[in-house]
């Protein structure tokens, strides 16, 4: 069993940063993927961000060049530094841990940009 524990999320104004950790407990392996994900009210859950164990990343254009994932696999923990932020931004973020036969969530972390 995988648990995962959100934190950093907050209000901001547009133009400015925040940093979201994701801290996982339980096996994790060195094929599994972590992510962010996002969902602001009346829309889907969207990817935000994505990384392998290895380090391989990727980005929807809406967020790419603003919005960089990291991950230290020795704390199994991933972040998400969110630059130059927009009111669009606005959502809750959950992290996940992705594997072949299911999905792991958070519980999510609203973050907030006002204009």
């Known amino acids: 069993q995988v648990q995962l524990v959100e934190s950093g999320g907050g209000l901001v104004s547009a133009g400015g940063s925040l940093r979201l950790s994701c801290t996982a407990s339980?096996?994790?392996?060195?094929?599994?993927?972590m992510g962010w994900y996002r969902q602001a009210p009346g829309k889907e859950r969207e990817l935000v961000a994505r990384i392998t164990y290895g380090g391989n990343s990727n980005y929807p254009d809406s967020v790419k060049g603003r919005f960089t994932i990291s991950r230290d696999n020795a704390k199994n923990t991933v972040y998400l530094q969110m630059n130059s932020l927009k009111p669009e931004d606005t959502a809750v973020y959950y992290c996940?841990?992705?594997?072949?036969?299911?999905?792991?969530w958070g519980q999510g972390t609203q973050v907030t940009v006002s204009s």
């Open positions: 339980g096996s994790i392996f060195r094929t599994d993927t």
């Open positions: 996940a841990l992705q594997r072949v036969l299911r999905d792991y």
